[in-house]
């Protein structure tokens, strides 16, 4: 692994320990020599986590659309900044610079990002690993509705176990290195769907 795509708020939340935690990250990967993908704001936990990289000095490349580079919310100061024509095209373009991908707390943005990741490789499209990284239970309520649509039976398990959620920086980013996907199918009926043809 050598690049991470972190998504994460464009507004830095209600306490200093997720600024905190954003900065742990920043100064980590760099210390590890993990460059750092990112949506290229300047703005909220983006731009504190963009920071920390490049004050420990390390790589950030950012990928903005151009209408948030017009709203002036790009930051001028990553090592490279590429500038796209649309949100669905930044998409696709941190995907294939990366090599995984970490949630900070964030909002809709961030899990719209995330969740989108998580989508594409339960349908076999990509085989990176997808990490939400905690702070203070942020993520537990999303994590129980996660639960809830397995019991539900519209996760399967194993896509459900095949990300990694919690705390502590070092196990993530080993749990990361080591990660093999799931070999799981993301369909449960398949059985009673073969049989109603
Ligand atoms: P949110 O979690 O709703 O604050 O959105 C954050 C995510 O959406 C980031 O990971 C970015 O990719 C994107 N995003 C939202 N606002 C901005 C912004 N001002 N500049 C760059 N990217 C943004």
Redesign the pocket.
Known sequence: MKTICV?????SGSKPLYTERAIALGTRMAKDGLALV????N??L?GVLADAVLEAGGEVIGV?PEQ?VNWE?AHKGVTRLEVVGSMHERKARMFDLSDGFIALP?????LD?MFEMLTWRQLGIGDKPCAFLDVDGFYSPLIAMMDRMVAERFVHPDQRDDLWHGDDIDVMLAWMQRYQPAAASKWLDEKRRKALR
């Open positions: 998504y994460c708020g464009s507004n990112y949506g290229g704001g703005v909220g983006m903005i948030l919310v964030g909002g809709f943005g961030t990002e």
